[in-house]
């Protein structure tokens, strides 16, 4: 095989080093048709199918996202523990994955719905529909208390009743 690249470094002193290269564009072409952008993937699962090994390597950066999910402060995150013992350590855990699957599975519940949102966009949508409690005065005695949920943008709507918190809501 003849060089993709070929270089050379002149100089007549440390201050003026020069470097030259030239690439032979037919020998890059070659690599590329050949080599480039190839990938072998081992398995130890010999019971599985190539399609299936395939599928569960192109399905990695599924896992890889969750565990970045984990890293963001502002949704499901795994925060700084402040705890002394293995147990609240592992209990900790524990309880950063559980809601990281609840968070994914509310995602998917969604998705099937035919919203097509994020987890953030998702919570952030679902964080916005808020309960408020209205206060008269009464003519005597304590005020009399309303509660009610606030306007709903249409998404809003959809994620009330995907998840059905009228269930949940005060009733009227």
Do not use: N, Y
């Given at each position: 095989m003849t060089r993709v690249v070929t270089w050379t470094l002149s100089s007549t002193g440390p201050q003026d080093f020069a470097l030259t290269f030239e690439v032979d564009e037919e020998s890059r072409r070659q690599l590329e048709e050949e080599l480039f952008g190839k990938r072998i993937l081992f398995s130890d699962r010999e019971?599985?199918?190539?399609a299936d090994v395939v599928g569960a390597y192109r399905s990695q950066h599924h896992v890889e996202s969750d565990f970045r999910q984990m890293k963001d402060h502002r949704?499901?995150?795994?925060p700084p523990m402040f705890h002394w013992t293995h147990q609240k350590i592992r209990v900790h855990v524990f309880y950063c994955v559980l809601a990281l699957a609840v968070a994914k599975l509310m995602a998917r519940e969604v998705q099937q719905s035919g919203l097509d949102l994020s987890v953030r966009e998702?919570?952030?949508t679902l964080g916005g529909i808020q309960e408020t409690i209205l206060l008269y005065k009464a003519d005597h005695g304590r005020p009399r208390a309303r509660r009610m949920i606030t306007e709903m943008n249409p998404t809003q709507q959809r994620l009330y009743d995907v998840f059905g918190l009228g269930t949940y809501?005060?009733?009227r």
């Open positions: 019971d599985w199918s190539i949704v499901v995150s795994f998702m919570l952030a809501a005060p009733k």
